[in-house]
């Protein structure tokens, strides 16, 4: 997987950027400061430095070595740990309240319900977001496709529920909440 965003790569204001951001900045609203969160597919650590000061925690994951050594160059923060990971081979996600998953899903080689598995090892939320628009094919980095309702079909069970939905454009920000958990 590869195709991170890098702000200076895309500029600060391009659609990109700005869209990434967006949703990492609509994250902060729903942190505890005790939360350790796990930013799934970090990229070059902007996002993960984006949530820092929300929470207790936050481990990046990604399997681009160049992405994270910039991670640790330039979004360093004394409570963000960059870790190389391969969301194809790891079976389980490091312990987290919540798990923050932004343009990735689509991007990992292993069956969709297996990804959704890796994700539901948050503890409190998970925070998702993929184009539901066909881009395999259009987007070289791509290998699956999603849908609403393939979302749900993956995300909604007995321990999860859907929060909300907010649309970006091609992309579905979805908020799932674990059902014994008081919501503030």
């Not at 932004?102 to 292993?110: A, L, N």
Request: include cysteine.
């Amino acid at each position: 997987m590869s195709g991170w965003i890098e702000p200076a790569a895309y500029g600060s204001d391009s659609r990109w950027f700005l869209g990434h951001t967006f949703r990492y900045k609509l994250a902060c609203g729903w942190l505890r400061p005790q939360d350790v969160i796990v930013d799934v597919g970090c990229g070059c650590g902007y996002g993960s430095l984006i949530l820092a000061p929300h929470c207790n925690k936050v481990i990046g994951l990604d399997n681009d070595e160049g992405a994270l050594k910039l991670a640790r160059s330039k979004y360093a923060c004394s409570n963000i740990e960059y870790r190389l990971c391969d969301l194809t081979e790891v079976k389980e996600l490091p312990e987290c309240d919540v798990a923050i998953c932004f343009e990735v899903i689509e991007h990992i080689h292993r069956p969709p319900k297996e990804t959704a598995q890796l994700l539901k090892e948050a503890r409190r939320l998970i925070f998702l977001s993929c184009p539901v628009i066909p881009t395999v094919g259009i987007n070289p980095h791509h290998v699956h496709d999603f849908t609403e309702a393939l979302i749900l079909t993956l995300f909604l069970d007995q321990d999860w529920a859907l929060w909300e939905w907010i649309r970006q454009g091609p992309y579905l920000v979805s908020v799932f909440y674990r059902r014994k958990d008081e919501r503030d």
